[in-house]
């Protein structure tokens, strides 16, 4: 939660590694090729990468030093194709790419072959490793390596990694977070998304927008829970998934009060919905005949 040194970050070397063979199976999108191994792939999910690839060109560009070496880090980049990206297309300087199985540590490391380690002018390019995604996030902050984008693009509603990534992450750097929590986001897990986003969701006609409202809220809530706040960037839905994205920005201080959290209110006889803060309870109702209000969510209501 600093600015990191000009150095990219020490890393630890696993001694007898066998050499990584060249890709096999040639995969290519938006003209970066890649072989996708076991690691599982879907060419649909290309536009949530072609987002975070653009918002972290832009970000690089508009950095108060663009000078400063531009550090990026995937935390669970299975085959490697968004670490790649960003370094092949975004400007990184250096790419940490991490995946939890050691299995697919010789499609990664082939992956990123093309690009040499450690390049004639001495400062590492790329790093592949295979650690629990927080205990890799939280290592980094004991060490103080910030990060400017760090991307996990997680599985179901795994939320206990977005502390840890706030704290790798530097002042005004991006955070790229994931859920693919279908369940909770229709309404029908509220016990789990209460304890991942704390958020206590109903059944809605949009659900699309509650779950990325969920994600976004839990985010915010772990944020100021470290003195911090974001301000969303973009939030991204795709069907095929369903997959919940949203890239948000760290920023210093608290804001004032609870402006951007609070509550989503939908009427089942008009069809009509409304947003109250907590100093808004005991007073919900609508303004239709009946004022009886059917469903109420603890959601995010996070200006995006």
Request: charged share 20%; net charge positive; hydrophobic share 40%.
């Amino acid at each position: 939660m600093a600015s990191a040194s000009a150095a990219a970050p020490a890393v630890s070397f696993q001694p007898g590694r066998r050499a990584p063979l060249p890709p096999r199976c040639t995969h290519s999108e938006r003209g970066v090729s890649f072989d996708p191994g076991s690691a599982f792939y879907r060419s649909d999910s290309a536009p949530g990468r072609d987002l975070a690839v653009l918002a972290a060109t832009l970000h690089r560009r508009r950095r108060p030093d663009p000078s400063a070496p531009f550090l990026c880090l995937d935390a669970m980049c299975g085959s490697g194709v968004r670490a790649l990206r960003y370094l092949a297309q975004a400007g990184a300087d250096f790419v940490w790419a991490n995946d939890a199985s050691d299995a697919l540590h010789p499609v990664i490391v082939g992956n990123f072959s093309r690009f040499e380690p450690v390049p004639p002018e001495g400062q590492r390019r790329w790093v592949v490793s295979h650690l629990d995604a927080t205990r890799l996030l939280a290592e980094r902050y004991l060490r103080r390596e910030y990060f400017d984008v760090i991307d996990v693009d997680s599985f179901g509603s795994e939320a206990e990694y977005i502390r840890a990534a706030f704290l790798a992450l530097k002042i005004g750097g991006l955070l790229y977070l994931t859920s693919t929590d279908w369940r909770s986001a229709r309404g029908y897990g509220g016990k789990c998304s209460l304890s991942s986003y704390g958020a206590y969701i109903r059944p809605v006609p949009y659900p699309n927008e509650i779950g990325l409202r969920m994600l976004l809220g839990g985010a915010a809530r772990e944020a100021a829970m470290l003195g911090f706040h974001i301000e969303p960037v973009f939030s991204y839905y795709a069907y095929h998934g369903p997959i919940f994205r949203a890239m948000v920005r760290l920023c210093h201080g608290k804001e004032d009060g609870i402006s951007n959290y609070g509550f989503i209110c939908h009427c089942k006889s008009c069809g009509q919905s409304q947003t109250f803060g907590f100093a808004e309870l005991g007073q919900i109702s609508c303004g239709c005949a009946d004022r009886t209000v059917g469903t109420l969510n603890h959601a995010a209501v996070v200006n995006t």
